[in-house]
């Protein structure tokens, strides 16, 4: 039989190691559970910040056009928030697409959610391939709404929105001095 003695010394460091480990593992837990913590709010954060985007967000479409002096083109909000800072560019039959500053563009610092503007431009109906529509929310966030007049018909289809300012392309102007 094998009779093992341990010293009062021997038992302390035992438990002091088993004490040890057991806190090493309930602080590895607590971490765990404290970073998936962080994760679900920044994940409720997220959430909450695109509700409230959504929640005040514009949707302009133009609807009716007729001619007068202008061409005029009756533009709605059908969405829940304002539409701030309205820029229009009409693509013209006979004109290049990507020909910049051609095309008539008309600007109206914004439209009430239901609301309804009415936007001028210098050019014929005739003459009308595609509207731009670009617009941003009370936040920071931009929107365009693109419709291509069809003439037959005599109304604005294939009416997309997209997130993001696509008339407005920002001009990087840079100056280099001979040195470089």
């Not at 480990?21 to 765990?32: D, E, K, N």
């Not at 909000?77 to 304002?82: E, S």
């Not at 936007?119 to 595609?130: A, K």
Request: charged share 20%; glycine share 8%.
């Amino acid at each position: 039989m094998l009779l093992v003695q341990a010293s009062a010394a021997d038992v302390a460091s035992i438990v002091t190691g088993l004490v040890t480990i057991a806190l090493v593992c309930v602080t590895y837990v607590s971490v765990a559970v404290a970073r998936d913590s962080a994760k679900a709010a920044s994940v409720s954060a997220d959430l909450a910040a695109k509700q409230l985007q959504e929640a005040q967000r514009p949707v302009l479409i133009p609807g009716d056009a007729r001619q007068e002096d202008d061409l005029v083109i009756s533009v709605q909000n059908i969405g829940i928030g304002p539409g701030l800072r309205v820029f229009a560019v009409a693509q013209l039959r006979d004109q290049p697409a990507n020909v910049i500053g051609r095309f008539p563009e008309h600007v109206l610092p914004g439209v009430a959610a239901g609301g309804e503007v009415a936007l001028r431009l210098r050019m014929r109906l005739e003459d009308l391939i595609q509207i731009k529509i670009t617009y941003a929310d009370v936040g920071v966030h931009s929107y365009t709404t693109e419709a291509s007049w069809h003439r037959r018909l005599g109304r604005f289809t294939h009416t997309v929105v997209t997130e993001g300012d696509g008339v407005r392309v920002p001009v990087t102007i840079r100056i280099s001095s001979p040195a470089e």
